[in-house]
């Protein structure tokens, strides 16, 4: 699943509710108000091994690692009292449930990204296409690969534009691959004169939404 959108479009918040549904399993929301989509999710049975990557450290700590165990100004998704290990230095956790989180780096020798069988890759921005390849072959037994994006024809840190190759196969009706635009304009928690700011800044330009 690709979800794509600009700055502030919710798309990484989403990415981290998405991978804690992952970790946590169907059954912890059978009776909240997120079973409403979460029963449609491909999530497997039993415990999870699940592998967030960003494109350097600094993007890994925030926002994929503070989005799922909380910081000191934003609420973790997943529950403190479900955590039975945690190290902020390796961006690796455990749940009561078995399910097990591990944070990459893409700024990393991508051989450093292989070996393991994930059930979910979630990458956080446009990587090098080595990086994309390599965490694609982690969910090669069944695995799923989330994508949350800014696809900029003009920017971005590949120069092989995989993004674009999965978003005109998913035009060719790929029925492996779903993509969701998400747009700045209708996030609720920005206020109308940052939305009129972007408007002005990126009106006209190839990518706008």
């Not at 165990?69 to 190290?87: N, T």
């Not at 090098?128 to 994508?147: A, P, S, W, Y």
């Not at 492996?176 to 700011?197: D, G, W």
Request: aromatic share 10%; with cysteine.
């Amino acid at each position: 699943m690709l979800l794509l959108g600009g700055n502030g479009s919710g798309k990484s918040i989403t990415g981290s509710a998405i991978t804690t549904a992952w970790l946590r399993g169907k059954a912890a929301f059978r009776d909240e108000p997120a079973w409403q989509w979460v029963q449609y999710l491909p999530i497997p049975d039993g415990p999870t091994s699940v592998r967030g990557v960003a494109l350097n450290f600094d993007m890994l700590r925030d926002p994929i690692w503070e989005g799922l165990v909380g910081r000191s100004d934003h609420p973790p998704m997943i529950p403190p009292g479900e955590l039975v290990a945690k190290s902020n230095h390796l961006f690796t956790f455990r749940l009561k449930n078995g399910s097990k989180f591990h944070g990459k780096s893409a700024d990393t020798d991508p051989k450093t990204h292989g070996g393991a069988n994930c059930d979910l890759v979630w990458l956080d921005e446009e990587a090098k296409k080595e990086i994309f390849d390599e965490n694609e072959q982690r969910t090669r037994k069944g695995g799923r690969l989330l994508v949350t994006a800014t696809p900029l024809d003009d920017v971005g840190t590949t120069a092989t534009p995989w993004i674009f190759d999965l978003i005109e196969r998913w035009r060719a009706w790929d029925p492996e691959i779903i993509v969701v635009f998400m747009s700045t304009l209708n996030n609720p928690y920005l206020s109308e004169t940052h939305k009129r700011q972007q408007l002005a800044k990126w009106r006209g330009h190839p990518e706008e939404r």
